[in-house]
């Protein structure tokens, strides 16, 4: 076993005897390196007649019921993460399995069941699990590699200003249809790493962020009026 997947199972122990009563037996642990989904509780959900014990006790021996089996959870490494923060995400997903494992019935993915079960774990522990964990501010791990962006600059006889992020597929059809757009003033192709367009669409046709003339002079320069 690799240390970062023991280190996964003490931590997983640690959780199982002090939250949830020791009754959680281990299951199949990972290390993910998501970078949306800082954990994650998988199984196996087979549906099986009612048979034996199950029947008498539901008077329906013909009825179906779920049974869940071969439970997987992952923890993502993506993140530089306080012990704290790792261990809050580990509980979440262990809610996931006690419900699952212990056939309780929720509402939702996080309903009822799933939320007081936080809820009360919080209170005791004073944890601060949640439903959804923000990452904003949060380190990557390990540096992203830059990514190269063909921006285009649109200048428009009316004053205004746009940046788009193109589709490379797509550019020389945008610029025969810019070359036939008397509405526009000057244009510009670059390429750039800039951070800055990471959250821009990639179009495939004139369409853009309009921003101030200092923001776009900013990302791709000034403009020389088209002859």
Not at 86 to 101: G, L, V
Not at 123 to 130: D, E, L, P, T
Request: charged residues 25%; glycine residues 6%; aromatic residues 10%.
């Amino acid at each position: 076993m690799k240390e970062e997947e023991k280190q996964l199972e003490q931590l997983f122990i640690h959780c199982n005897n002090k939250y949830f009563d020791g009754k959680l037996p281990v299951p199949k642990l990972r290390i993910s390196h998501a970078k949306t989904r800082l954990g994650t509780m998988s199984c196996k959900r087979t549906m099986k007649k009612n048979s034996g014990i199950m029947a008498w006790m539901t008077g329906k021996s013909k009825s179906m019921h779920m049974t869940f089996t071969d439970f997987q959870i992952s923890i993502s490494d993506y993140y530089i993460m306080t012990d704290e923060q790792r261990e809050d995400i580990m509980i979440h997903e262990m809610i996931h399995y006690s419900i699952a494992y212990t056939g309780l019935r929720d509402t939702a993915p996080h309903g009822v069941v799933f939320r007081g079960m936080m809820d009360a774990i919080n209170r005791k522990y004073g944890r601060h699990i949640s439903v959804m964990t923000t990452t904003k501010g949060w380190q990557p791990r390990v540096a992203p590699k830059p990514v190269r962006f063909l921006v285009l600059g649109l200048h428009m006889r009316t004053g205004e200003y746009f940046l788009s992020s193109v589709n490379r597929s797509f550019a020389g059809r945008l610029e025969l249809q810019i070359s036939r757009l008397r509405e526009v003033e000057s244009h510009r192709w670059i390429e750039t790493t800039d951070e800055y367009f990471r959250n821009f669409p990639r179009v495939r046709s004139l369409r853009g962020r309009r921003v101030t003339k200092a923001v776009f002079e900013s990302k791709v320069g000034s403009l020389v009026v088209n002859p």
